[in-house]
């Protein structure tokens, strides 16, 4: 089969690979249908992850079941299914509590000697913890398989994010961060029922977007800037909740200064690039809380899936560009001079 690997900063192929099997009686294989290139990709194109030349990358996909092992209860043959981008045995005590992202079992797509979904096909372990089974007539219909594919990590990474920020009725949020996870974690306030979402972002098509998704002020200014607008807009105070969605240093910064006293920052940004990290002092004297990390997006699948199924949430907009399996090393290059939000990979 063909699939994307990495072989040196910028040197992204789409090669012939062994085609996956069943190894393990909890295995499926998964063709895969709709993948795409996410943010934090960006980090191994750009050599600032470490990856071994000829590894495997990509763990945001869906796809129909080709083959399942023999203790694979849940699914069959001809299902079509959503992948969280990691895998999980849902068994396990963290998976039982909500943390599939814990699980002591569990896997991230593209590891060393594992597929990405940035191929053809998917060899998935512990199938019947990790997948999610969708209506077969959704093959069919574009725009929903798109709006089904955000399921697997930008849409749940959002609804993290914005859970930890305290996004809520009457609430105030704001987002800092315009890529693909800080537009969902918009989408994601307002379906909370935030009543003022304040997007922080530079770039006019995603801050459209932004406004389209239920952001209802738009700050543009980055820094002290940034935070004198943010705190001009709430008399002062700052936003009940914060989503940090970069992992800088500098937008963790600002996170912290556009807080209100007492509010909490959801943050979900992979960290890069921290020196001297935040200050915890201002936060205790403030009692600003922090909370966040890798989102368990295997868990919110079931809540948020009715939704997008729906259409009352629709993050397939953070898709701008679409490529097939060859062009995605395209699609890299364009994610990373930013003249793309989003890319989707079509099979």
């Known amino acids: 089969m063909r699939a994307t690997t990495i072989h040196a900063p910028y040197d992204m192929r789409v090669e012939d690979v062994p085609e996956p099997v069943v190894q393990l009686p909890t295995d499926a294989v998964l063709r895969v249908l709709r993948a795409c290139i996410c943010g934090s990709d960006l980090w191994a194109y750009r050599g600032e992850a ?25 699914l069959r043959r001809g299902d079509l299914v959503v992948a969280p981008f990691m895998w999980s045995d849902g068994v396990c005590d963290y998976c039982r509590e909500g943390l599939t992202t814990s699980c002591e079992h569990g896997g991230f797509w593209g590891s060393v000697g594992y597929d990405g979904g940035q191929g053809e096909a998917v060899r998935v372990p512990f199938a019947d913890g990790t997948l999610v089974r969708l209506p077969k ?57 935030a009543e003022r979402i304040i997007a922080l972002g530079r770039h006019q098509v995603r801050t459209d977007i932004a406004r389209r998704f239920g952001a209802t002020d738009v700050v543009a200014e980055r820094g002290d800037a940034a935070v004198e607008a943010v705190r001009e807009l709430t008399r002062g105070q700052g936003a009940h909740a914060v989503v940090e969605a970069v992992g800088t240093e500098q937008s ?3 996170a912290v200064s556009i807080t209100r006293d007492g509010g909490a920052i959801g943050f ?73 939000l989003k890319v989707l990979v079509t099979n």
């Open 252 to 254: 963790m910064r600002t």
């Open 137 to 193: 007539e959704a093959a069919s219909d574009e725009r929903l398989l798109s709006s089904l594919l955000t399921l697997s990590d930008v849409l749940g990474t959002g609804h993290h994010a914005a859970l930890g920020a305290g996004a809520r009725p009457g609430a105030t949020v704001a987002v800092v961060g315009d890529g693909a996870v800080g537009l969902c974690a918009v989408l994601a306030a307002k379906r909370l029922g």
């Open 50 to 74: 470490a990856r071994q030349p000829g590894q495997r990358i990509g763990h945001e996909f869906l796809g129909v079941v080709e083959e399942t092992g023999s203790e694979v209860a849940t």
């Open 268 to 340: 979900v940004g992979v960290p890069h690039g921290s020196g001297t990290g935040v200050d915890l002092s201002v936060m205790f004297d403030r009692n600003i809380a922090l909370r966040g990390g890798v989102a368990p997006v295997r868990a919110y699948i079931p809540e948020l899936l009715p939704d997008v199924l729906d259409g009352t949430v629709d993050a397939s907009p953070v898709f701008d560009m679409t490529v097939g399996l060859e062009g995605v090393p395209d699609g890299y290059k364009a994610m990373d001079e930013r003249t793309a």
